[in-house]
């Protein structure tokens, strides 16, 4: 088979006597067969076909994945909030992003209200530490927390001096649970 021959779902791709099945292929009566659109390579190691994907597949969350998410509700003892990307992929999440920070996951210390670490519409890098039944999210680690605020008075983005963050536009200073690196996300290392 070519391959740079672009196949699609159903197309013979090898038999089972060259070859195995394997991602984004089946065996069908000896015959493997693409079961995605993309092109053909063969894993020379475990002599299996292998179709890769035109397009990226859309991000399913896993344990373990680092993601952004904004703050939505601040209650007395969780944070709602919105997955919006995985850090690493560049595709879209897929599912149901809407996960949840609890009181006991912010930090390695002590925290009493939700409210003292994070704002509605912060930023923030979490780790996921849950995904079935629900999304569950922790911002234990220093490179966790909030990566970007904005003034919850004014609206202008609050910038970081020593443990709190200032306003320019309004003087207003507030505290957050921010990362090291707060105000230098890069956001291409996305």
């Given at each position: 088979m070519d391959k740079n021959k672009i196949?699609?779902?159903?197309?013979?791709?090898?038999?089972?006597?060259?070859?195995?099945?394997?991602?984004?292929?089946?065996?069908?009566?000896?015959?493997i067969r693409a079961s995605r659109i993309g092109t053909c390579v063969v894993d020379e190691k475990h002599r299996r076909a292998i179709i890769r994907p035109?397009?990226?597949?859309?991000?399913?969350?896993k344990?373990?994945?680092?993601?952004?998410?904004?703050a939505g509700s601040v209650r007395s003892?969780?944070?709602?909030?919105?997955v919006i990307h995985v850090i690493g992929k560049s595709r879209s999440i897929s599912g149901d992003t809407n996960?949840?920070?609890?009181?006991?996951?912010?930090?390695?210390?002590?925290?009493?209200?939700?409210?003292?670490?994070?704002?509605?519409r912060d930023v923030i890098r979490a780790k996921v530490t849950q995904v079935k039944p629900s999304i569950q999210l922790a911002t234990k680690d220093r490179d966790l927390g909030v990566?970007?605020?904005?003034?919850t008075k004014c609206r202008?983005?609050?910038?970081?001096?020593g443990n709190l963050l200032e306003c320019e536009?309004?003087?207003?200073?507030?505290?957050?649970?921010?990362?090291?690196?707060y105000g230098n996300f890069d956001i291409d290392k996305l």
């Open positions: 196949v699609i779902p159903g197309d013979q791709v090898s038999t089972s006597e060259e070859l195995s099945s394997g991602d984004g292929t089946f065996e069908e009566d000896g015959i035109l397009t990226s597949i859309p991000v399913e969350l344990k373990g994945d680092i993601v952004l998410a904004i003892n969780m944070i709602i909030a919105d996960g949840t920070l609890r009181v006991s996951e912010i930090s390695n210390g002590y925290v009493k209200d939700p409210s003292t670490e994070y704002a509605p990566i970007k605020a904005m003034c202008h983005p609050l910038i970081k001096k536009n309004c003087r207003n200073t507030e505290k957050r649970k921010t990362t090291d690196d």
